[in-house]
């Protein structure tokens, strides 16, 4: 089992930046894939970013290269979202994801956080 706690959302204006932080614990402790999901009031989940054990690899939806940036630390088991020149299109509740592998969690993660809110005020 892994447990994954999303922190950081909040309200921004346009253009501004925040960073989310995702917690994991559990058995896996730095060996899973984790990744970056977001859904908006009436749309399906949405794929965003993700990252593999390593953090050598990285995978990010369209919409947001180049303006966010997912990273982890493995001695924290803490996997982050840096998220730059926001729009308000980013406005969604943000989930946090584990896999085995980062094909995995762009797909079927296995383990889901609660997830925290972004609003990006126009």
């Known amino acids: 089992q892994v447990q994954l706690v999303e922190s950081g959302g909040g309200l921004v204006q346009a253009g501004g930046s925040l960073r989310l932080s995702c917690a994991a614990s559990?058995?896996?402790?730095?060996?899973?894939?984790l990744g970056w999901f977001r859904q908006s009031q009436g749309k399906e989940r949405e794929f965003v970013a993700a990252i593999d054990w390593s953090g050598s690899i990285t995978y990010y939806a369209d919409s947001v290269k180049g303006r966010f940036t997912i990273s982890r630390d493995n001695a924290k088991n803490t996997v982050y979202l840096q998220m730059n020149s926001l729009k308000p299109e980013d406005t969604a509740v943000y989930y946090c994801?584990?896999?085995?592998?980062?094909?995995?969690?762009?797909?079927?993660?296995?383990?889901w956080g609660q997830g925290t809110q972004v609003t990006v005020s126009s």
């Open positions: 559990g058995r896996t402790g730095s060996t899973y894939a």
């Open positions: 994801a584990a896999g085995r592998n980062t094909m995995v969690v762009r797909t079927t993660p296995g383990y």
